[in-house]
Nanobody, 124 residues
């Protein structure tokens, strides 16, 4: 069974950091582009960042620029999202998703498999 599982979310104070993990099971990530999205209730899902299968990365939106970094460890079959300088507006459920091939996309309908999400809450 192909599965993505996110972890690492939680409650953090403004200015703090978290590292989210996206672990794959049932398939190997090395031939997939993996993206992180986030969603706030009542709003559309927002693309954050993507790491493709050949070492490339793409970031989406100015809100996370310079604060979030995506990385992948194919040996561990895991993709990470390092988040720093967190703000209350970063509060959301964060999802990882995969699509076959090396081309990243910020469009959620291009992704085939999704994790269940992990809640990130930034509050004092």
């Amino acid at each position: 069974q192909l599965q993505l599982v996110e972890s690492g979310g939680g409650l953090v104070q403004p200015g703090g950091s978290l590292r989210l993990s996206c672990a794959a099971s049932g398939f190997t990530l090395d031939k997939y582009a993996i993206a992180w999205f986030r969603q706030v209730p009542g709003k559309e899902r927002e693309a954050i960042s993507c790491a493709n299968s050949v070492g490339g990365r793409a970031n989406y939106g100015d809100s996370i620029k310079g604060r979030f970094t995506i990385s992948r460890d194919n040996a561990k079959n895991t993709v990470y999202l390092q988040m720093s300088g967190l703000k209350p507006e970063d509060t959301a459920v964060y999802y990882c998703a995969s699509k076959w091939g090396y081309v990243c996309s910020g469009s959620d309908d291009e992704y085939d498999y999704w994790g269940q999400g992990t809640q990130v809450t930034v509050s004092s």
